[in-house]
């Protein structure tokens, strides 16, 4: 049976979310972006949005408890009745305690953590030449080795979390996005 509660787990510029995308289009559920949605609040100004501000433009996380508001109100919309892919959330051990209690709440469980396996080091390296090419200041540089550090800290150990739970599936990250689209269907059975 294929998976329809999916959650992609991976460092920044991994590619979560163009894998998220390709995958949607598939399964025909919503794609669930913490990062788009908090990125919205900050355009509208919203009082989400200025309080997430100054965290984004740092490359830092934005503190659990508005993070987890946002996504308890998106998970309770209508069209996740039927499944969701997650992108970007939960960063965090004490987001993901939240995840499962929203889920079990809503009388769902998550189906299937997507672990994205690349090489830290070659993506910072990547993510810094690319920030170069696009000629952005020194700035980001900063920001991606924070956001980097961020992953390592936080988020990494989310790993381990869906492992115990029985639920994590790890698929090699490198390569060309169609072949690693075809690893993550074969790995959730779509
Ligand atoms: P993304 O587009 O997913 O890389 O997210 C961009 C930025 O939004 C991150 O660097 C964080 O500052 C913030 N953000 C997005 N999702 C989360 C989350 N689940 N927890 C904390 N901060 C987040």
Do not use: W
């Amino acid at each position: 049976m294929t998976a329809r509660r999916l959650l992609m787990l991976g460092p920044p510029g991994a590619g979560k979310g163009t894998q998220a995308l390709r995958l949607l289009k598939k399964l025909g559920v919503p794609q669930i972006s913490t990062g788009d949605m908090l990125r919205e609040a900050v355009a509208s100004d919203s009082p989400v949005g200025r309080e997430a501000r100054s965290y984004m433009e740092a490359g830092k996380l934005v503190p659990d408890e508005v993070v987890i508001g946002v996504a308890r109100e998106r998970l309770a919309q209508p069209d996740c009745a039927d499944g969701f892919i997650l992108d970007g959330f939960p960063r965090t051990v004490a987001q993901a305690e939240a995840l499962d209690e929203i889920l079990e709440e809503l009388g769902c469980a998550l189906e299937s953590c997507v672990a994205l396996d690349v090489d830290e080091d070659a993506l910072v390296e990547r993510l810094l030449r690319r920030a170069q090419i696009e000629g952005r200041s020194d700035d980001n540089e900063e920001t991606i080795r924070t956001r980097m550090q961020e992953y390592r800290s936080k988020t990494a150990p989310l790993i381990d979390h869906y492992r115990r739970a029985g639920v994590l599936v790890e698929v090699d990250g490198l390569g060309e996005i169609a072949e690693i689209s075809r690893r993550i269907e074969e790995a959730i059975g779509a």
